[in-house]
């Protein structure tokens, strides 16, 4: 993985209806929390305007959960990848109605914000909870969890930095552990098999409480970085 040579996304970039609540906070806070783009590396201390440990969170949905981990550790900077508008706007309105001041929220592709915009050892933590799973086999190509993307999340974390996983679906489970066992950037701390009552260091989603709803087991992984990486 290098550069901007990668074109197999693991998203596809919907526009969906906002409402007005969520238009007018895409115009009015997006200024205050949102991280336009820019070729440039982030300055994390100067983006949060002090210097903290930070989580990064890829495809935080309507951004309740990542509201709430902010709530719950102040003390920790706060970022947050996601292409669905409404669901940034919903987020944004989250934030202002809970008062946070410990986030802030990227619109843009996560490999490339990973790749060309974080330092590397930049990030404390990395979540990915209840990825798209492509579950038809011609699109299993472009799910994110693949060798070389835990390679580059090993990269861009801090020593003894973490990635935590969650997904709902069996088969993208199966195809998480054969990644993991195949990879020598992170090493496997803890992973549960569990029906909604034991997630790792993490509050539930709205994905989650869908999955559960359709019967899906849940699957949660945490990985820490090597210190030979």
Not at 67 to 84: C, R
């Amino acid at each position: 993985m290098s550069g901007r040579e990668r074109t197999i996304r693991s998203f596809v970039r919907r526009a969906g209806r906002k409402t007005p609540g969520q238009e007018r906070a895409l115009d009015e806070l997006w200024p205050l929390f949102g991280i336009g783009e820019s070729d440039a590396i982030l300055d994390l201390t100067s983006i949060y305007d002090r210097e903290a440990p930070v989580v990064l969170e890829i495809g935080f949905g309507n951004g309740e959960s990542l509201v709430e981990q902010a709530q719950l550790h102040p003390q920790l900077n706060y970022l947050g990848i996601e292409v669905h508008m409404p669901g940034v706007g919903h987020c944004l309105l989250h934030i202002e109605d809970q008062n946070v001041s410990n986030i802030r929220l990227m619109t843009h592709d996560a490999i490339d914000v990973l790749q060309n915009r974080l330092a590397d050892c930049a990030l404390a933590r990395l979540n990915l909870y209840f990825p798209d799973p492509w579950p038809k086999k011609r699109h299993h190509k472009r799910r994110l969890i693949q060798p070389g993307f835990l390679g580059l999340v090993a990269r861009k974390l801090a020593p003894d930095g973490e990635f935590f996983i969650a997904t709902d679906w069996a088969n993208y489970a199966e195809h998480i552990d054969q990644v993991i066992e195949q990879d020598n950037t992170l090493r496997l701390v803890n992973r549960l098999e569990h029906s909604g009552e034991a997630p790792i260091d993490r509050p539930t989603t709205k994905f989650e409480r869908r999955g559960l709803g359709k019967g899906h087991k849940i699957w949660d992984w945490q990985l820490r970085k090597n210190s030979t990486t």
